[in-house]
C-alpha cells in the first residue's frame, strides 16, 4: 500500500552468520579432498613404478593423515 515504509530490524542483527557456521562441512572437505588428491599421486606413482594399487592407498592413508593434521591446525578441533 502507498505510505507503507518497510519494516526495520532490530538493531542488534547484522545478518552475520555465527563464526562456527560451516566448520563441520570444512572438515569434511579436507579430509576428503586430501584423499582423493593425494590417492591420485598415488596412482601415477603405480603407472610410473608398474604397480596395482599400492601406492594409491599409501597415498590415501597419507591424504587422511594430511587432513586431519589440516583441521587440527586451521579449525582448531
Known sequence: M???EPPTKPSGDDDQPPPDTGMGMTAVAYLISGMLVWGAIG????HWVGTKGIFAGIGAVVGIGGGVYLIVRRLGA
Open 2 to 4: 502507498t505510505g507503507q
Open 43 to 46: 596412482l601415477l606413482v603405480d
